[in-house]
């Protein structure tokens, strides 16, 4: 798999993993990717029923270098000389359905909803509505990059809810065929079904950093979405490995300062038995790593994409470029080019 068939597997890639594993960093970082490859890429985020503002969107526009607080309408994040872009949006379910009903002919309900505050109980009213509402919307968006539409994207990455609610959350349709005879709430929930089970349509992406929880989380989840949803994975993105340095195996104050000397560095005792307590611990963390990533690998029968962990309180355009320098090349070492 090269980081073009990474693209060329399905035209939307969910990405969903525990919290706060790095959803949000990895779908930025395959958008980017895919612009890199000349692609028109679109992030599509969620947001909460009449939120204006979510910490997630704040946080892909600044690995982008951007302060743009996104919205439904599509913000442009980036925009190479290739041809290839980056957008984003963050949909609601009240903002869905205003459009929903727009592209049905009934402004003039949606304008009476907006206007009487009653927007976000109708889009929330129906257990699995809001679901609903969000992934018609994307799977709309599909629709348009399979027809080529001149302004549709050529691939969608979708910034998914974290795997607690993502079972759930794309569980609705299926819930909502079970519960609906008819209608258009039927008709919308069985398109979505026939998207996520359709894998040149969509596919999923797991993002895990290599410790013993998310990697637990990620297996269990994998088998949840194969068996529960239909939807085919792609891959797991192991995010934030830190770069294995070539440390003594049992670093000591006096080892060290015997280093620091032969580089003309005078370091007090203190310093050094602070630095040897840090060497131990980072070797001790590389350990933990590589066991959940072979571990990882026994239990769930994945191709694993390896991001390294960024020492920076915040990522921004650097970081992003260096993730996706990682993520193009873990892709490219997972097959050959030209391998099928
Ligand atoms: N490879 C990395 N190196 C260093 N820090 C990282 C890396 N990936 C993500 N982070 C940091 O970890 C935090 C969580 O990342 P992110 O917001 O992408 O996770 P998330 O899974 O989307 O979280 P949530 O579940 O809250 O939506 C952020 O502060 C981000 O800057
Ligand atoms: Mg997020």
Same mark, same amino acid.
């Given at each position: ?90 949909? /609601? &379910?009240?903002?869905?359905? =205003? #459009?929903?009903? +727009? %592209?049905?002919?009934? !402004?003039?309900?949606? @304008?009476? $909803? ?98 013993? /929880? &998310?990697?637990?989380?990620? =297996? #269990?989840?994998? +088998? %949840?979405?194969?068996? !529960?949803?239909?939807? @085919?994975? $792609? ?106």
């Amino acid at each position: 798999m090269t980081s073009t068939t990474l693209f060329s597997q399905a035209r939307v890639l969910i990405v969903t993993g525990k919290g706060g594993t790095g959803k949000t960093t990895v779908s930025g970082v395959m958008a980017n990717l895919a612009a890199d490859e000349g692609l028109r890429a679109m992030v599509f985020q969620i947001g909460a029923p009449g939120a204006r503002y979510e910490p997630g969107t704040a946080q892909l526009a600044r690995l982008f270098g951007s302060d743009e607080v996104l919205g439904y309408e599509a913000s442009v994040l980036k925009s190479n000389p290739n041809g290839g872009t980056v957008n984003a949006r963050a949909v /609601t &379910p009240d903002t869905a359905l =205003v #459009e929903y009903l +727009h %592209l049905h002919g009934m !402004r003039r309900l949606s @304008r009476r $909803l907006v206007s009487s505050g009653a927007l976000d109980v109708v889009a929330t009213a129906v257990p699995g509505m809001p679901d609903i509402l969000v992934l018609g919307k994307l799977k709309q968006m599909e629709r348009a990059a399979a027809a080529g539409l001149p302004n549709a994207p050529d691939v969608v990455v979708l910034d998914a809810p974290a795997t607690g609610h993502a079972v759930r959350f794309l569980q609705s349709p299926r819930g909502l065929l079970d519960a609906t005879a008819g209608g258009p709430v039927r008709a919308q929930a069985q398109e979505v079904v026939e998207m996520l089970s359709d894998p040149q349509r969509c596919q999923v992406v797991l993002v895990t950093t290599p410790e013993e /929880t &998310p990697v637990s989380e990620t =297996v #269990e989840t994998a +088998h %949840l979405l194969e068996e !529960r949803v239909g939807v @085919r994975l $792609l891959a797991v993105v192991v995010n934030g490995r830190l770069p294995v340095l070539a440390l003594p195996p049992e670093p000591d104050a006096g080892q060290l300062g015997l280093m620091a000397r032969e580089l003309g560095v005078d370091l007090t005792p203190v310093e050094l038995e602070a630095m040897a307590a840090a060497g131990r611990l980072r070797l001790e963390r590389q350990e933990v790593q590589a066991v959940q990533v072979a571990r990882l690998g026994r239990e769930l029968a994945l191709p694993q994409l390896e991001l390294p962990f960024c020492f920076n309180a915040d990522l921004r355009p650097p970081q992003l470029a260096t993730l996706t320098d990682a993520m193009s090349a873990a892709a490219g070492r997972l097959a050959p080019a030209g391998a099928p």
